[in-house]
């Protein structure tokens, strides 16, 4: 069974910075494509960046030119480096990541358990 699993989160002035984690536990699963979206209270999950098999990068709005998304092969880990966040960026980060795109949306899937991410003003 493949399990995604977050670390990083936490509690951070505004400004701050934070770098989230995504591995895998429990299986041999590779994380070649993945994305990280987030869900705030009461609103919409998000998806705020993707990284595709070759290395292409996209982001949402929101979060371009503060958010990086990165893999490292050899750690079979997906990175989220989270720069000058600001309150609004407050919610549950989710890493998503598989090998089949799940019918109808642009989700991979597997997900992980989320991690908090809290952005004091």
């Known amino acids: 069974q493949v399990q995604l699993v977050e670390s990083g989160g936490g509690l951070v002035q505004a400004g701050g910075s934070l770098r989230l984690s995504c591995s895998v536990s429990g299986s041999r699963f590779n994380i070649d494509v993945a994305g990280w979206y987030r869900q705030a209270p009461g609103k919409q999950r998000e998806k705020v960046a993707h990284?595709?098999?070759?290395?292409?990068?996209t982001y949402g709005d929101s979060v371009k030119g503060r958010f990086t998304i990165s893999r490292d092969n050899a750690k079979n880990t997906v990175y989220l480096q989270m720069n000058s966040l600001k309150p609004e960026d407050t919610g549950v980060y989710y890493c998503?990541?598989?090998?089949?795109?799940?019918?109808?949306?642009?989700?991979?899937?597997?997900w992980g358990q989320g991690t908090q991410v809290t952005v004091s003003s």
């Open positions: 998503n990541a598989g090998d089949l795109v799940l019918a109808g949306t642009d989700e991979y899937n597997y």
């Open positions: 990284i595709s098999s070759i290395g292409t990068t």
